[in-house]
């Protein structure tokens, strides 16, 4: 009892498949008896090509259908495919909601922001740019010279890498990034010290849960990177906010305060608020950590971004005992997609994180990393390093020059000598409300200083970035909030 609608959208074999697929659903063929007519002669009976009917009898051959055997031609299934029969719709139910349930760890992220924070990086409607914290000119990165070394690396390598690789990194990239860390950040490593991640993030992850065991301390700067209270929120640490004074974090303990088994430090540019670690503080992180068999966590996040003077050593090349842990993110120096960092851990601590490493996500793309390897080795990661310096040197004063010019009446602009972002101080606490609206009405995204603090109370304040736009870009972002706050 077959139809076919000739002036329909749906194609003959799929017409044919769908009707002798609800025949079979029916149940007027229910054993393998049942023998269906041949292509041939189905196709004459029709009216259609032999190859419309092959078309129908193939599909409900793949599903279970139809069955052929030699030399006697094709037959219903038996039995028929239960999950194809049992596929129709049933009938309506009233459905119950119900609550999922989720692990505790994730219930105690303390951040709702998931997913959203990387919106803050588009640009507003009509002239002018966000101004959001921390998102580097990624506009500027030589892609030209990097999709070269790409083709010479594949044309080197080939297939080996596609395969799966090292846990720990490509050889040749960490043996890159050893010499350059010693030679640029007074670190003292060798490659086997070092372990390749998918950026600063993984690195914490890991780190966390090579030592942290549920309860036990993690002391953080407050204000800090949000994502470090994330982490340590999720390996189930005791999250322990540390004040900042202007020598850094403070390490003074209060009475009845967990004593650390990890301490996280931004000690070459302190985030959010930019200020750079004294040697006493160092110091005495130091000795604090051997003292309570602690273990420090530097993030190095974009200690190459020092306009006056050369970028100061490394918290790690100061440890004679095995105490930190150092790592560091190509995120601010090149682009944040390329999702390569690394870990350099104490040598007792490397096959562990090798191991956590390998659970996570087995390893950061080969052809990235070796890319990169690449890419550091031949000069272009130093001087594309020293171009983006003076090109941020450039939009900073121009930023501070235009920021003093069309808000200085509003805000008190804190500048440090390093990183890419600044502090902007309400000089009248009342205004914070109007300021911030505002900003979110067209598209200026200055973060609020309060997104980064715990127990920290500080005055009311916002984070600019300038990085990323073009002296005129900032002018015209400032002059538009600037008129629009008059």
Known sequence: ??????????????????????????????????????????????????????????????????????????????????????????????????????????????DQRVGKEFDLGATMAGPGVALTPSIPAVDEFPIDVWERLRAQVLAKKGAHLLRYASNRGDADLRKAIAAYLCDFRGARCHPDQIVIVAGMQQAMVISAMALVNPGEAAWIEDPGFHQARRVFTFVGA?????????????????????????????????????????FERRTALLDLARTHDAFIFEDDFDSEFRFTGPPLPSLQGLDNFNRVIYAGTMSKILYPSLRLGYIVAPEPLVDSMVKIRSVMDQHSPPIDQATLARFITEGFFLSHIKRMRKLYSERRDCF???????????????????????????????????????????????????????????????????????????????????????
């Open 238 to 278: 005791k999250v322990v906010p540390k004040p900042i004074d202007h020598e850094g974090i403070v390490i003074a303990r209060l009475q009845k305060e967990s004593l650390p088994r990890i301490i996280y430090v931004t000690p070459s540019h302190q985030f959010p608020l930019g200020m750079t670690m004294s």
């Open 400 to 486: 501070i020059e235009q920021f003093h010019q069309l808000l200085g009446d509003r805000f008190t602009l804190q500048t440090h000598e390093a990183g890419l972002n600044f502090v902007a101080w309400l000089k009248r606490e009342e205004d914070f409300p109007r300021i911030r609206r505002v900003t979110h009405e067209i598209g200026v995204r200055p973060v609020p200083l309060s997104t980064f603090c715990i127990h920290a109370k500080l005055k009311p304040a916002f984070l600019f970035g300038f990085a990323a736009w073009t002296p005129a870009q900032i002018r015209e972002s400032l002059l538009k909030l600037a008129l629009l706050l008059k």
């Open 1 to 110: 009892m077959i139809r076919l609608d000739r002036t329909s959208a749906e194609p003959l074999h799929q017409q044919l498949y769908r009707q002798i697929r609800d025949e079979l659903r029916s149940g007027i063929f229910s054993d393998s008896a049942s023998r269906l007519p041949s292509s041939r002669a189905l196709a004459a009976d029709l009216g259609v090509a032999r190859l419309t009917v092959n078309l129908a009898f193939s599909k409900l051959h793949a599903e279970g259908y139809l069955q052929t055997k030699a030399g006697s031609g094709t037959f219903v299934a038996a039995p028929l495919p239960e999950t194809f029969l049992s596929a129709r719709r049933s009938e309506a139910h009233p459905q119950t909601e119900r609550r999922v349930h989720v692990s505790d760890r994730v219930r105690r992220l303390p």
